[in-house]
């Protein structure tokens, strides 16, 4: 069996449609906004997402500094959930760039955060404190096993971030992952948010990029955050190209990852020793345990997957596998006679 690689959707590689389409886009240079593919991925994303605006960025951390730079002001501060990737794994990077900090309120398992925790961590004004300025949340929420907020969640928790005067910013890198399993517009979901960024590089199966979205001013001020961090990109229509495909083609094929996901959890809580809820996988990512029984085998099973050529992410006793356009029906099958057969023997 060829590399079953199931650490990420963003190991996905280029379709041969999307190198195609970068060898035949027009280019200019973007830093004059002169490139044509840039500016119809920016055009075509503003209007998917029902915003003035967008702004094609390098990376999903690109993205969520610049939307919360362009927003705050050294000093200020933004209120995260406890296990999001903007807290856990985005470098601190708007505290060493902007002076903004991250204060985190704890994430429930479906990846929400409790009203009670937004109000009492909204500072009063008063000089000891930062001034609280934006709620930032993840749909799908990457730890929280690709879980979903569903549009009352939304509203419930945007409703209550805007009474207490904060602007909504959304790490939206699996915004798609949530709409398809919603069925609802991308642009439902962003419709509660000021700024949202979303990734072309995960399960839309492009090389590299995400972009921003939202008002045209806000636009402008990313646009100048962008230049500051070093990445006006020039002939950027390079990568634009196979995120335009990506929005025309990949979207609706998501539904097929999740069906995957779903058949691995299913399959998962049929071997012995595999400790998994399979009703609570939702989209293309899977966290799974070994039993107490099987402790010992917790600590060999990615080398043993790696003999098998399948690769799965691990820390300690938490495993995560995710599902995406390179894994198929048959690599499912073949990870689950894997797996089975190690936990077996
Ligand atoms: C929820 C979430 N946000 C942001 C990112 C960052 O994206 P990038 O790796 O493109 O910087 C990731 C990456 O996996 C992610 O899972």
Known sequence: MSLVDLRSDTVTRPTKE???????????????????TANKL?????ELLGKEDALIVTSGTQGNLISILAQTNRGDEVIVG?????????????????????????????G?????????????????????????????????????????????????????SLSLHLDGARLFNASVYLDVEAKKIASYFDSVTFCLS????????????????????????????????RQVGIIAAPGILALDTMVDR??????????????????????????????NIIRFKLSEKYSKKSKILVYELNKKNILINSSKNDFRIVTH?????????????????????
């Not at 920016?42 to 503003?46: G, P, R, S, V």
């Not at 609280?132 to 209550?160: D, F, P, R, W």
């Open 112 to 164: 929400s955060v409790d009203i009670c925790d937004l109000m009492n961590a909204k500072k009063p004004d008063d000089f000891h404190k930062p001034k609280t300025k934006m709620l930032a949340l993840e749909n799908s929420h990457n730890m929280a096993g690709g879980k979903v907020l569903n549009l009352t969640e939304l509203e419930l928790i945007t409703s209550q971030a805007k009474d207490l």
């Open 254 to 283: 998501l539904v097929e990852d999740h069906l995957n996901a779903r058949f691995l959890a299913q399959g998962l809580s049929n071997i012995n020793g595999v400790e998994i809820d399979p009703e609570s996988i939702q989209t």
């Open 202 to 233: 995960k399960g839309l199966c492009c090389p590299i990029g995400s972009v921003i979205v939202g008002d045209r001013e806000f636009i402008k001020e990313c646009r100048r955050w962008r230049k500051i961090l070093g990445s006006g990109m």
């Open 42 to 46: 920016q055009e075509k994303a503003a």
């Open 325 to 345: 356009h390179d894994i198929s029906k048959k690599n499912c099958e073949y990870f689950l006679l894997s797996i089975s057969e190690i936990l077996e023997n």
């Open 82 to 110: 406890d296990k999001s990737h903007i807290y856990n794994y985005e470098a601190g990077s708007t505290m060493i760039l902007g002076g903004t900090s991250l204060f985190p309120i704890p994430n429930n398992i479906n």
């Open 18 to 36: 999307m190198l195609d389409s970068i060898i035949s886009s027009k280019l200019g240079d973007d830093v004059y906004q002169d490139d044509p």
